[in-house]
Nanobody, 124 residues
Framework: QVQLVESGGGSVQSGGSLRLSCAPS????????MGWFRQAPGKEREGVAA???????KYEDSVKGRFTISQDNATNTLYLQMNSLKPDDTAMYYC??????????????????WGQGTQVTVSS
């Protein structure tokens, strides 16, 4: 069983930055694909970014160039550095993990484990 605990959310003004962290329990290592999703009120959960088991990264188009996903190999902690934040980025952000390769990184049904979420609010 894998548990994921997110942190780092908060409230910032447009143009600001936040860094989200996701600390997994147990030894996930390189066997898991990990990703970040977000869900705004009244909207479906959407994939934001992911790291596959080969270290390749994927990004949703609207965050390319602004967000960076990374993982600490020593602790397996997942990060999401978010710069140039916009009001449209306001959402609950979730960390997710899947054992093995992933076919569709931005499909929530692909992931086996989820964190509890951390709120990000960007004001204009």
């Amino acid at each position: 069983q894998v548990q994921l605990v997110e942190s780092g959310g908060g409230s910032v003004q447009s143009g600001g930055s936040l860094r989200l962290s996701c600390a997994p329990s147990g030894d996930i290592g390189s066997r898991y694909c990990m990703g970040w999703f977000r869900q705004a009120p009244g909207k479906e959960r959407e994939g934001v970014a992911a790291i596959d088991i080969d270290g390749s990264t994927k990004y949703e188009d609207s965050v390319k160039g602004r967000f960076t996903i990374s993982q600490d190999n020593a602790t397996n902690t997942l990060y999401l550095q978010m710069n140039s934040l916009k009001p449209d980025d306001t959402a609950m952000y979730y960390c997710a993990a899947r054992l093995g390769w992933i076919a569709k990184w931005d499909a929530s049904y692909e992931y086996d484990y989820w964190g509890q979420g951390t709120q990000v609010t960007v004001s204009s």
